[in-house]
């Protein structure tokens, strides 16, 4: 064989080699490309079947709840503190109750008017909350004027607040120019996101502002109510004596915080009651090695001796 022929030779035996290292690069990828694909796949179903389980679980979990508020409601449970409860305070119940949850679970129940609704708030009762909140005056013109914008229908902004225009400068989510759809919601309005634990203070739950159940924070905001009268209610939950109603926690005021009250009586009739127009239960369970948890929710209204699921949601963590 000639030089040349051999030259031509070894460059073919290195082309060819070339080609195999190709090939059996592109058969590694190939083969780790599927085997990922295969990896997420069992993945997914996985993820799957533990949002099952752990779903089931937070629903068994939720009935068992049920079924000790109903034997409450109606009287049948033989839990000496169920027994002497009711509807006001649903929330003892479920507290209260041995083994009511079942294990894995996380049960609570909250009343709807425990904080103020914004969906139905107006601007004095929203200025209220956030001034009994201590925070400075210039910041609740600020706060209680985005909220506004955020929530009515047009994008021309208050004197104080902020419309689709600054949203968009700012490269943030626009105003719904609707009712909040979720309390976590809030964090998008200006402002509301630097200003910590008013979540506890507002909701978009609809329910009437519960007497016994909301923050002082929340009572000191109403119209009406003095410093006095605030503090007459915190004195009868140490006592663990019910507010009841407006007349009778009137007589245990001073004159000056009586005629308060008196007169915007007609007012705190429509925002106030005494026992919750409705109650929030919420479970959660968790399963799987990833623990994945799942939240069930649901608004119970007062149907006769039984409680009456009107709404259902529920989400993935």
Known sequence: MSGREWKVARDRGGFALLAVLWVIAATSVLALGLSLVARQSVWAAQNRVDIARATWKAD????????VIGEALSGRTANSTARSAGWATLDDVVRAAPNSPGPG??????????????????????????????????????????????????????????????????????????????????SRVRGFGAVPGLDTLFSTERGRIALDHAPLVVLAALPGFTEETVQRVAERRLRGVPVGDLLSLGQELSPAARTALSARYVDLVRLTTAEPDAWILTSTAASGARGVTVTVEVRLARSGARAAIVR??????
């Open 60 to 67: 068994a979990c939720l009935e068992r709840a049920r079924a």
């Open 312 to 317: 259902r949601r529920s989400w993935v963590r």
């Open 105 to 186: 679970c996380d049960v609570s129940a909250r009343p709807a008017g425990s904080a103020v609704n914004l969906a139905e708030a107006d601007d004095e009762l929203l200025r209220g909350v956030l001034v009994a909140a201590r925070l400075p005056h210039r910041q609740v013109d600020s706060l209680v004027d985005a909220l506004l914008d955020w929530r009515d229908a047009d994008d021309v902004p208050r004197p104080h607040g902020a419309e689709r225009a600054w949203y968009d400068e700012q490269g943030l989510h626009p105003p719904r120019n609707g009712p909040l759809a979720d309390i976590r919601e809030l």
